[in-house]
């Protein structure tokens, strides 16, 4: 190999390498070395090509260095003067010219030639005290003096006076002079006082013997670069804050989605499945990324329909029955180049109800009766579809005709008058009869009632109920035979029939009426029969009665009766005068019982308002649960939802309170529209205390939402019957405030209605229990976090096993490091063991219930461990509280355990729960004292981080799943967690993602 000369920096980096050829790393090399990595690697490239070293690629991006054994090499082969000097180790006089043979002199006169050819870079030569020796033409335009202005001149005259006050000038020149060159980038001022940004590169000239002559300085205006470059910054910051909004808004929009919902890539795949269409599907999250077809048992319309979307790459929505949940689905599926997307709603209520409409439908058009909607002036807007039947028309020719024109003229005066009568008397529903002109010419006899709905919404008109009445016109000269045979009939149909004869006053009842009102065979008198109707509606039968007497005027009448046993009964009361000579004689009648006809409309009546009572409650529990995360103190939130639910039309008044544990009581602490009424009850939680039976004591020891549909029925409300009567509800919930088995208070929502609650309304309510247990839970980690002080709580046990009575023979220690909590009040906890305590590890972990499972990630010796914890009360106090594990050891028997809580928090609770769980650990040492930076600092790099997000980053920490080689898999980290493997690597993703972005952003802050 040729002798190559070496310069120092190069000599200084090819020494750091033993002959024997052992390979080092670019970070070792680095190491040896006072230069960045970046330099290092540089002058290990030049050596490598220059022959001194080997070196070659290992894994994805590392690379190995090593000396070849025959180099031969070392600092002594450099030779003074020579290596990376620049035109100045040529021209050290600065003329352009050296006292050399006639070839370097010609060699030189190029080099001066070509460096006074470039105008973008400014080129010039120091003495060896940074006076100006060379000004080449780059330099007059970058910098703006000429050369008779700045030769002799100090180089500190381009730095800025801040930049001189530092020495920077001096300090650039001594490191050049150390490392041969320095290159260095900042502000620099031209001649007419404005500052460009420069990229300088100064380098140190020597001449044969190793002396200092001075310096090569090359300068490069970056100014538009720089701009550049900040101005792309700027634009990755915004387009990274708008990404980072975009999937934020994302998830809040996937985390609403009420409907099924489910995606599928090109493979046809899962690949995301939200909660609602995991549940009716049966799946869970470890159908993620498995066949749809093999988790799924479709229809053949849904495959066909599924076929037609990814064929046509057009959206296909169809209705399906899906038979493994007897319901039917309405499902849109949405296709796209990466795999359709699936969206599905419960549509089995609308089907049923499309269903009962088509019967209503065939009832209308096969009915005699004919119920129509007009317009104040009498025109048809809509007939029932019945009017062909009856009338003789079809719908469309009727409607926008005016219907008095219809009526016969002897009749339309009077029904003019009545329709003109309701129109100027609200609540006035007139009952009038005239003949109608049918399709064929001939007159039909109508019975109409009308009703003014034009305040309705949903009818905005006059609806006037007609019925064909023109047949029992025709009977009624039959009525006394028709009677006879009522008597034989009405048995089997449930029909009475009556007469009052006008001269005694005498009532007349037929079998059929002492049957439906279980009377013994003994007529009433007309008082007596009277005083059978429920008094609200006494009056109303009484008027028909006197009105049929007095002017002739038949009725058909709706009305409440108390039989004979007590039992009330709806009955339709039809009577019909008979006159002589124009004097009514006798008053002839039937009655029939309409009771379950009643009771389905009055079912049906409750069952809509139940409806919209419940559509009303899912809108506002979506809304609080909107409202109380944009909430900062846990008094917001309470207060919040409070004055929500009291300013909804379903709810009288609401409130929330918290729990005495020493007083064992509750105390209110949040309250709307309650005019007093939670400062007046006392509610207790001693179960020996009668109001501790209530909702509110039930909820909070059950942990269940309580509900009384009938105040003044249910035998636990007793206590509070009269206060309930002073306040006005009929009806109440109390809903536990619980998070991870933390129990935060409850909150009690009040109704003026009768037998509210009910399976449904209780279901959607109980979720705000859920959705504020969590937002309080959140604001007290958050406190935790932000707080610059904690108290700090260490307890102790002596011989732990003994006091628990475990069987364990035990020596060495057990360090529990690190707490992370899962879902369903389950904890991981990490620690080590040395060798002798593991076998007692292994014994408590079969002892004790709530130790789950244990994993060693050793095989021998001392070794970490996992411990998977389940229902540990004092481990979701502390999680709710947002407390942090300080120290959990076991050494030598005894146990000692301290924690940090904020001095917010309630301390008292977690002593309390301390003590309540394990009665022979005492505390040994409560003080408050200032938490450290490096807390603060990883608290506030935490923050940003969901709970799923914070639990997969630790455990995949703890566990050593960034470890190389890894101590665990990813889909161990997610069976230990109880999650699915995609779910973990989304979470942990995220979770990276942010604390990285944090990290990057505190060190450009």
């Not at 910051?237 to 909004?245: A, F, I, N, S, V």
């Not at 308002?609 to 995360?629: C, D, H, K, P």
């Amino acid at each position: 190999m040729a002798s190559q000369s070496l310069t120092t920096a190069l000599q200084e980096t090819l020494d750091v390498f033993e002959r024997d050829g052992v390979p080092l790393t670019t970070s070792e090399v680095t190491d040896s070395l006072d230069v960045g990595r970046r330099s290092t690697y540089e002058r290990l490239e030049r050596l490598a090509d220059r022959g001194h070293l080997e070196t070659k690629k290992v894994g994805a991006s590392a690379r190995v260095w090593w000396r070849s054994p025959d180099a031969g090499y070392s600092s002594a082969d450099a030779a003074p003067g020579t290596g990376d000097a620049s035109w100045d180790d040529a021209i050290p006089n600065g003329t352009g010219h050296v006292d050399s043979d006639a070839d370097s002199r010609q060699a030189n006169e190029v080099f001066a030639e070509l460096i006074d050819a470039i105008e973008e870079y400014a080129i010039f030569s120091l003495d060896a005290d940074g006076h100006v020796r060379s000004w080449n033409p780059g330099a007059e335009q970058i910098k703006g003096y000429e050369a008779d202005e700045i030769l002799g001149r100090h180089f500190s005259t381009f730095y800025t006076e801040s930049d001189v006050e530092a020495g920077v000038p001096e300090q650039n020149l001594t490191a050049a002079a150390e490392r041969g060159s320095v290159e260095d980038e900042g502000w620099r001022v031209r001649a007419d006082g404005t500052r460009f940004w420069a990229n300088v590169t100064i380098t140190a000239m020597h001449d044969a013997e190793g002396t200092l002559q001075g310096f090569a300085k090359v300068t490069c205006d970056m100014t538009a670069r720089r701009e550049y470059e900040e101005t792309l910054e700027e634009q990755a910051h915004r387009l990274k804050r708008q990404r980072d909004e975009f999937e934020n808004e994302l998830d809040t929009v996937f985390e609403r989605i009420s409907d099924g919902f489910y995606a599928l890539n090109e493979e046809l795949c899962f690949l995301y499945l939200n909660d609602h269409a995991a549940e009716i599907m049966g799946l869970d999250e470890s159908a993620i990324g498995r066949p749809f077809f093999d988790e799924v048992a479709v229809t053949d319309s849904f495959e066909a329909a599924l076929q037609e979307a990814l064929d046509t790459q057009e959206p296909v929505i169809m209705e399906d029955y899906y038979e493994p949940v007897d319901r039917w689905f309405s499902n849109a599926i949405y296709p796209s180049e990466s795999g359709p997307s699936v969206y599905f709603r419960d549509v089995t209520d609308r089907k049923e109800r499309e269903q009962e409409l088509a019967q209503y439908a065939t009832l209308f058009e096969e009915a005699k009766d004919v119920n129509v909607i007009v317009e104040p002036d009498g025109t048809f807007r809509y007939l029932t579809p019945s009017v062909e039947n009856v009338f003789g028309y079809e719908q469309a020719e009727l409607v926008g005709e005016v219907g008095f024109e219809y009526i016969h003229p002897e009749d339309r005066d009077e029904a003019a008058a009545e329709f003109a009568k309701m129109l100027e008397t609200p609540g006035y529903e007139p009952e009038i009869e005239f003949r109608f002109e049918r399709g064929d010419g001939s007159w039909i006899v109508l019975e109409a009632l009308a009703r003014d709905l034009r305040d309705d919404p949903d009818i905005e008109g006059i609806v006037i109920y007609t019925r064909d009445v023109t047949e029992r016109k025709e009977r009624e000269r039959e009525l006394e035979r028709a009677i006879d045979l009522l008597h034989k009939t009405e048995r089997t149909a449930d029909v009475g029939g009556w007469e009052i004869d006008t001269e005694t006053m005498g009532v007349f009842w037929t079998d059929g009426m002492f049957d439906i009102l279980d009377l013994p065979d003994e007529e009433p008198s007309l008082d007596e029969a009277l005083d059978m109707y429920h008094e609200d509606d006494r009056e109303q039968v009484e008027n028909a009665i006197e009105s049929a007497l007095d002017d002739a005027t038949p009725f058909d009448v709706e009305a409440q009766v108390r039989t004979h046993s007590g039992e009330m009964r709806w009955l339709r009361i039809q009577g019909v005068p008979e006159t002589v000579d124009g004097e009514v004689v006798t008053l002839r009648g039937a009655a029939q019982d309409v009771t379950e006809r009643k009771e389905r409309e009055r079912e049906l009546q409750r069952q809509r308002e139940e409806l919209a009572t419940l559509n009303n409650l899912n809108t506002i529990v979506s809304e609080i649960t909107e409202t109380v995360i944009g909430k900062s103190t846990r008094e917001e939130i309470e207060t919040a939802v409070c004055e929500a639910l009291a300013a909804t039309d379903s709810y009288e008044f609401a409130w929330l309170a918290g729990i005495d544990s020493k007083g064992n009581t509750f105390e209110p602490r949040a309250t709307a529209e309650t005019d007093g009424y939670a400062e007046e009850i006392t509610v207790s939680l001693d179960p020996n205390d009668s109001t501790s039976r209530g909702p509110a004591g039930t909820a909070i020891r059950e942990g269940e939402t309580q509900v009384v549909r009938d105040v003044f029925a249910d035998p636990d409300f007793e206590p509070w019957r009269d206060i309930a009567a002073e306040y006005g509800f009929s009806s109440l919930a109390a809903i536990p405030i619980v998070h991870r088995g933390t129990v935060y208070g409850v909150l009690g929502v009040y109704a003026a209605r009768q037998n509210a609650f009910d399976t449904a309304e209780r279901t959607v309510i109980s979720r705000l229990g859920e959705v504020v247990g969590h937002a309080i839970a959140s604001i007290e980690r958050k406190r935790a976090l932000m707080s610059e002080e904690v108290v700090e709580l260490t307890f102790q046990v002596r011989n732990v096993f003994e006091a628990l009575d475990l069987p364990v023979t035990f020596s060495g220690t057990i360090t529990f490091d690190e707490l992370v909590p899962v879902a369903d009040d389950s904890f991981l906890i990490y620690g080590t063991a040395t060798a002798d305590a593991r076998e007692g590890l292994a014994t408590i972990n079969d002892e004790r219930s709530t130790w789950e499972t244990i994993t060693f990630y050793d095989e021998d010796g001392e070794t970490r461990f996992e411990l998977k914890l389940s229902e540990h009360p004092v481990l979701s106090t502390l999680a709710s509280l947002g407390g942090s594990l300080e120290e959990s050891i076991i050494e030598d028997g005894d146990y000692r355990l301290t924690v940090h809580l904020a001095p917010s928090a309630d301390v008292n609770r977690f002593i309390d729960i301390v003590q309540e769980q394990y009665p022979e650990m005492e505390m040994v040492t409560r003080h408050q004292r200032v938490r450290t930076d490096d807390e603060g600092e990883s608290d506030a790099v935490c923050e940003a981080l969901t709970d799923s997000q914070r639990t997969a980053l630790e455990a995949a920490y703890h566990s050593g799943f960034f470890e190389w080689p890894r101590d665990s898999a990813g889909e161990d980290v997610a069976d230990s967690l109880g999650i699915a493997p995609p779910t973990f690597s989304q979470h942990l993703r995220k979770a990276q993602k942010k604390v990285v972005g944090a990290v990057l952003s505190a060190d450009r802050a």
